[in-house]
Structure formats: structure tokens, C-alpha cells
């Protein structure tokens, strides 16, 4: 109820946002006395162009933080923006009095064609596609975009320089039933595309899911203004403006993800993870693994933890006897205990030296932040006050609660000691990785002050069964 709450509030704030444009439409087209024409060809020329540039930076934007993250997501959203840059481009290039002199097709066709080849993309990243379909994406996904900047490039050219034979006016983009079949087509792409990104940002609260919805929010006004202002006109002007307000607000969140976490690569990271979140809401096991390796990429120095966690902490679930439809939660809530760092800034988790206090601050955010996400998501609804309390401490001196003893829920103590065996024997920047026996001596010291004194008695039972000769603990669970 309250992630709908959220939603409808949100819906409400950017809905207001989208209607400003369209309420000045509407007023322009109902008293056309204030709706007056403004013939200015040079500057719709350079206007244009510069959003195209939005657009490209955009496209070059996601392309370099993609390469840190295979996902269908990022390669349709290229896609989109790579054919709101071309053929946008086309649309204002095409004017006349610059390249040629003569009103071609190409001016009017790019600009409803931009528009629905960004929707279509934005759309289609919006969605999961089926396992194979994926797969086949990911071996040749560098062969998909070629082909579409191919494809692009002919059009671009095609459409620039063979305006002689007008060859796009078999296009009958001055047909008001095609004009309003292709709006309803777009508008219905951009809908959908802003409700997934929009319900993206409500799991995640990361500011490049937020501003993707609020600029295809913003889109939707577009194609509205665009289908109903009038050649020339400030109606017809309006669609040009609000397009470039669009971007403004994609940069604008984007530069605020990138700033905070201190590489660009974490836009891909947001604009990915909510793949993850909605396979495992539906009960897609693979989406475990895909959510883990997105909560490991966020540090590097910490790759393996989540599943060398996973696996302490289910010996010490068998140690303790826990029935089998318990040890699964446990498992899935020791792999997912670190989902609250998605949103922690990179420059703090990958720090190679001690933290500020007020980094530090930051850092314990991510057990509350956790217990945010995992609210959102079904699959992880019934672990959350695992992933909220596995940072606290036996003698009630832990975060985010205080909570102490035996009111620290079983499995957030399991964690503790699993997490905590894990963090002491695995290299960091600052230090260096314990060996196997300082590690366990370090358990005795906290134990009972720090760790559940059953749950370390347990790790270390299940240690001395599970290392025979040759195998790691993490190997034999």
C-alpha cells in the first residue's frame, strides 16, 4: 500500500510537470490571438541541432557506462537516444535556407520519427526480455548496434542529400489519421516506458531511474505539442522547448548519480538493477545471482563475499538445526544483506583508507536503506528485518536500531558471524587478509560483546566438520 502511496504521490508531482507544457498548449490553441507566428528558420536551425547534441551526449553518456555492465537495458536505451540524435538531427538540418532551400519531407518526417524511435527503444529497455532473447543480445549486441548506426547514418545521408527526389514523401506524415495513429502508438510507448522507470525509482530511489521517468514524462508532452501546435506558431515552438527540457532534466539526474557515487559507470548501475528487482519479485532464481553480482560490483575489493556469506551462514543454519524451508530464506537473506549498498556512493565503498566520520555515516545508511528495498520487492518482503539488522551488535551497541541480545532477529545474528569470519579473512585496501586461526581467535575475542555466542559456536562447529583437508568452508556448505 505505501509503495502505491509513493507512486501516486510521485505520478501527482511529475504529472504537474508534464501538464504545465500542455496546459500552455491548450491555452495557445484556445485564444489564437496569443498564439502568434514566429518565422525564424535560423534559429530552429541551431535550436535543433543543439538538442541533437543533448541527445548524442546522452547516447555517449550511457555507452561509456555500459561497458562496465552487459545489459539488454543499456543497449536499447543507446539505441533510443542514438535515433533521437540522428534523425532529430536530420529534422533541424533539413531546414530551409541551410543545406538546400527547398521545405523536403525530411523536415517533417524526422521530427515525428524521433520521437516514436526514442519511445520504441526506451520502451523495449523497459522490458525483460525472454532468457534466450537476452542471451542473443548479450553474444551480439555490438552487431545490433552496428546495424542500427548503419542504418541511421543512410537515413541521416539519404535524407539530407537526396532531397531531389523527395524519397520520403510516400510517408503521408501530412495525413491527420496517420499524424494521430502514430501519436496514440508513441504516447502509449512513452506511458509505458515512464511507468516502468518510474516504478524503477520507487524500489531504488537512485536519481538517474528518476530522471529517465520524469524526461519520458516530459516526452509524452512532446508528442502532445508536436501533434497539436501549429507551424510556426508558439504552439509549434512549445514541443522544441519542452524536447530540450527533457534532456536537461536526464543530465541533471545523471550528473547528480555520477557526482555522488564518483564514477560514471554508476548510472549503467542504476539504470540495470532494476532488472534484477523485478525477475526476483516474480520468482526468477536467476535474478539472485544477477542482484548479487550487482551488490559485489559496487567494490571491487569484494568480490566473492556475498556467496562465501550465503554459504557461512547456511552451515551455521544447519549447525543450529534450522528446518530446511528456513535455511532457503536464510540463504537468500545472507546473499541479499548487502542489497542497501546499490545506492552508497562508489568513492566511499572503494576508499582505500579510513573513513570519515561522516562517510562512515553514510556507509551505515545501507542496512536502512536495505530494509527499503527489500520492502519493495516480495521475494525479499519477509527477510527485511534480516537485511535491516545484520549490522547489530550482542551487547546492543550495533546500527541502525541498538538492538541487543536475543531481540536481534536469529538470522540478521547469523549473518553477523558470517559476514564478519568473511570480512576479517578477505584482503582490503587498508589491510591485509587474517589467516584462518587469527581470524577465529578474533571471533572468541567478540564474542559475546559484538557476536550471538551460539551463532560463533556454531560457525565454529560447523568449520571443524566442514574443513576436511583440501576444501574451503565456503566449498563444503
Known amino acids: 500500500m505505501e509503495r502505491w502511496r509513493n507512486r501516486a504521490a510521485w505520478s501527482a508531482g511529475w504529472g504537474g510537470l ?62 533510443a537516444f542514438l535515433s533521437i540524435a540522428a534523425v532529430f538531427a536530420v529534422h533541424g538540418l533539413a531546414t530551409p535556407g541551410f543545406i538546400h532551400e527547398e521545405p523536403y519531407p525530411a523536415v517533417a518526417v524526422s521530427a515525428w520519427l524521433s520521437v516514436f524511435l526514442g519511445a520504441a527503444g526506451i520502451a523495449l529497455s523497459a522490458v525483460q526480455p525472454p532468457p534466450p532473447g537476452a542471451r542473443l543480445l548479450e553474444r551480439h549486441g555490438r552487431l545490433v548496434v552496428l546495424g542500427a548506426v548503419g542504418a541511421l547514418a543512410a537515413y541521416f545521408i539519404a535524407a539530407l542529400f537526396v532531397h531531389e527526389s523527395e524519397w520520403l514523401s510516400w510517408v503521408p506524415i501530412g495525413d491527420r489519421r496517420f499524424q494521430l495513429a502514430l501519436t496514440a502508438v508513441t504516447l502509449g510507448l512513452l ?53 530540450a527540457t527533457a534532456f536537461v532534466a536526464l543530465f541533471a539526474g545523471w550528473i547528480v548519480e555520477a557526482r ?37 560490483a559496487k567494490d571491487a575489493a569484494t568480490l566473492g563475499h556475498v556467496s562465501r556469506v550465503g554459504a557461512y551462514a547456511l552451515a551455521i543454519g544447519r549447525e543450529l538445526n534450522l528446518p530446511p524451508w528456513q535455511l532457503r530464506d536464510l540463504a537468500l537473506a545472507a546473499q541479499m544483506h548487502d542489497v542497501g549498498k546499490i545506492g552508497t556512493p562508489d568513492a566511499i565503498l572503494r576508499k582505500p583508507g ?31 528485518q534480516a537485511i535491516r539488522h545484520h549490522h547489530e551488535r550482542w551487547d546492543g551497541h550495533g546500527y541502525p536500531d541498538g538492538l541487543a541480545g536475543d531481540a536481534i532477529p536469529l538470522f540478521a545474528r547469523i549473518i553477523a558471524v558470517a559476514d564478519t569470519f568473511d570480512a576479517l579473512t578477505s584482503p582490503r585496501p587498508y589491510r591485509a587478509a587474517l589467516d584462518r586461526e587469527a581470524a577465529i581467535a578474533e571471533l572468541h575475542r567478540v564474542r559475546g560483546s559484538q557476536l550471538d555466542p551460539r551463532c560463533v559456536d556454531a ?19
Open 18 to 79: 508534464v501538464a504545465a507544457p500542455l496546459v500552455a498548449l491548450v491555452i495557445l490553441l484556445r485564444l489564437p490571438a496569443w498564439d502568434v507566428e514566429w518565422r525564424a528558420p535560423t534559429f530552429h536551425f541551431y535550436v535543433v541541432s543543439a538538442t541533437a547534441l543533448l541527445a548524442a551526449a546522452a547516447l555517449a553518456a550511457v555507452a561509456v557506462a555500459s561497458r562496465t555492465i552487459r545489459s539488454t537495458r543499456l543497449l536499447f536505451l543507446n539505441l
Open 191 to 243: 506511458v509505458f516506458g515512464t511507468w516502468r522507470y518510474l516504478d524503477a525509482y520507487l524500489f531504488t530511489r537512485l536519481p538517474a531511474q528518476g530522471a529517465m521517468a520524469l524526461a519520458l514524462a516530459l516526452l509524452v508532452a512532446v508528442q502532445v505539442c508536436l501533434t497539436w501546435g501549429r507551424l510556426w506558431h508558439l504552439s509549434w515552438w512549445l514541443y522544441h522547448g519542452v524536447y
Open 260 to 296: 555522488r557515487a564518483g564514477t560514471v559507470a554508476a548510472i549503467a548501475e542504476a539504470l540495470a538493477m532494476r532488472d534484477s528487482l523485478a525477475q526476483l519479485n516474480r520468482g526468477r532464481p536467476a535474478a539472485i545471482v544477477e542482484l548479487a553480482d550487482a551488490i559485489e
Open 354 to 384: 579510513p573513513l570519515t566520520d561522516d562517510e562512515y555515516a553514510i556507509i551505515k545508511r545501507h542496512a536502512v536503506r536495505g530494509d527499503e528495498i527489500a520492502s519493495r520487492v516480495g521475494a525479499l518482503r519477509p527477510l527485511r
Open 459 to 477: 560457525f565454529l562447529g560447523a568449520l571443524r566438520r566442514m574443513e576436511a583437508p583440501g576444501k574451503s568452508a565456503s566449498e563444503a556448505a
